[in-house]
Each structure stands twice: as structure tokens, then as C-alpha cells.
């Protein structure tokens, strides 16, 4: 895989913690809160190039269908690239682990036929350099592929998201953030919004602040 010249820290988010509570929950979560079936409907009918920012500990890999030629996998935590390298040695396409952050991917420019972002875009530093840098590697046409949570719920539920983004949330979660609104932010990007849905997870018993989740796809435009 062609990387691009100026070099990226192997190690710029580092959250072992966090990562460790994770990749345990992440796992009971495929079962217990659907999300083996969310996975299914994220990526279904993927197919080419595929660039998956955020690859955490390499869950959605084992979901990509057989169209798909390659993923790059960017994962800038040590302990969840290491499970995700684990993880793309049992899936079923060609998957290759890169340590990178979104801001600045390590990857040439228009080399991709798709991307994918999951629960990812809470917790990046910079969401519209993040997003830049997913237009920049996508080539014109390209589909984005999104499943995020952000801001959700009523007046009271708002409050209480913004409330924990200004103080324990972000340094207790990895850097993630409950009240972001990730529709708009790939709008503003200059991504053209295709059909999206909201989700709650988990669909049933009491609301969370990170239960307030979209599914859905975008596309870079032809022209842009």
C-alpha cells in the first residue's frame, strides 16, 4: 500500500485503559445490542477499495462481503490495532492494520472506492480535518459509509450531553463525546447526504446518552 511521505506518530491516541474496557464491551455488545446486525446493514454491498477510519479492535471485518478487494484499516490506539490485526488474520477479504490518526491519513490521495466510519467521529480531535482528509482519499463518486452516535433526546437529555463533552466524559471514554451531530458535520464537509436513519441503541430499556445513534451513507461529489 503507497503511504504518504510525511510520517504519522504510531502512537498519537493512547487510551490502554479505555481500550481495555472496549474491546470487552464492544464484543458483548455484537449479541446483547444488535450491533453484529448494525455491522450487516453498514456494510452491505460495499465493494473495491475500502478505507475504514477508526478500525478499533477490527469488529466490522468479519462483516465486509466478498466484493470488497481490499481494506485499509486505520487504528491509532496500540492495544486496538493489535486486536484488530488479529482480527483482519480471520477475515474473509484482505485487510491490512495501519497505525494513523484521521487527521492525517497515511494514504495517497483518490485511492479509495469507499470509506467507513464507526462510533469513530466522537472521539477524533479535529471532526472537519477528519472529514477533509476522508475526501481527499476518496476518490469523486466515492460512497462513506457511517454509523455514529451523537446529540439525541429532549431538552433535558441535550443539557446532560453537553454537560458530560465539558467535563468527566471525554476523559473517562478515550476522548469521545456524547452531544456531536455527525449528519451535519459530513454535510458541512461538503459530502452529499444519501438516505440515513436514526438508531437507538440499545433499541429497547432506558435511553443513554450515547443511545442516540445514525446509520446511513454519504458520497463525495463528482465534481468536488
Known sequence: MPLRSRKVPRDAVHHPLFARCYARASVAGETRMGMGRIRERLLGGLSGRVIEIGAGNGLNFAHYPGTVAEVV???PERRLRHLAVEAALRAEVPVDVVPGVAEALPVKSEGFDAAVVSLVLC????????????????????EVRFFEHGRGGGRAMTFTQHALDRTVWPLLSGGCHVAREPVRALRDAGFELGPYRQVLMPAEGPQLPTSYCVLGAAWRPVSG
Request: glycine share 14%; proline share 9%; hydrophobic share 40%.
Open 123 to 142: 472521539s477524533v480531535r479535529d471532526v472537519p480535518r477528519a472529514l477533509g482528509e476522508l475526501r481527499r482519499v476518496l476518490r469523486p463518486g466515492g
Open 73 to 75: 484499516a486505520i487504528e
